[in-house]
């Protein structure tokens, strides 16, 4: 086996829309794609006849495209995040599964993380579970999902933050097994201040319990430090993220995008040097 190349037509076509859609301002967006063995979907929004603009899901199966209005918990009050239908990541694999995260407020006006999945031909969606000490009794608890990467076993893991009992921000990791998403407070390095934490921002895997995810954090000296998370045999461990030499004291890293092959894995982003300026 070997890796390959695209040899086939590209296409466009005015993207299909929900049966609610506004005919006579057919106003739509398309921006979050993820395509699997069998199958591709879109992420976007739409006019309805009501005057709103609710996310939609396109789908291209079996030749051809079909679209409907992204579903959204029993508690969605309305969009949270800055992608479409508040998502920010989605991902496919065989089965077909797919799935996109996000944030959405519920009806206590909090913003929480959001899971879309296709399972069996149907899309449902769901208020992500948190695990045990996440502070859902905080009227200013939050929580949100920022990247997905699904394997081809029709598993899915997706990483994320919270706001803990403790008050600081936790990471956290979801995994879909056997239809089922569940939880996991991802570590932190050793040195991240007692009282702010930090978060996940984006993950990759390359096989099931082999999955390597990055995020930001907030050390004991209030430095603001990448970390990196890499899942082993089932085990989450934590470290800080080198920085070159010339790394400021405060280097404000953030990373950008990660990406793995079955060998290694590459990520990018930015820190202050002592210079003071912004380097990659």
Known sequence: ?????????????????????????????????????????AFGTYQSTDG?????????????????????????????????????????????????????????????????TLSGGTWSAISAPMPADADVADPDYAASLSSLSCMPNSSCLAVGGYEGLSGRLEGVSETLSGGVWTPTTAPLPTDAAASYGGGLESVKCMSTGSCVAVGTYVNGTAEHEGFIDTLSGGVWTAMSAPLPADAAFDPQAEFADLDCNPTMCAVVGQYTSVSGGNDA
């Open 52 to 116: 709103t603009f609710p996310g939609m899901i396109d789908v291209f199966s079996g030749g051809q495209w079909s679209s409907i209005e992204q579903p959204e918990p029993d508690d969605f009050a309305g969009i949270g995040g800055a992608g479409p239908g508040g998502l920010s990541s989605a991902s496919c694999t065989s089965g077909p599964v797919c799935a996109a995260v996000g944030n959405y407020l519920n009806t206590n006006d909090q913003d929480v993380a959001l899971i879309d």
């Open 1 to 41: 086996s070997g890796g390959g190349t695209f040899s086939g037509t590209w296409s466009s076509i005015v993207p299909a829309l929900p049966a609610d859609a506004n005919p006579t301002v057919p106003a739509a967006a398309l921006e979050l794609p993820a395509c699997g063995p069998s199958l591709c979907v």
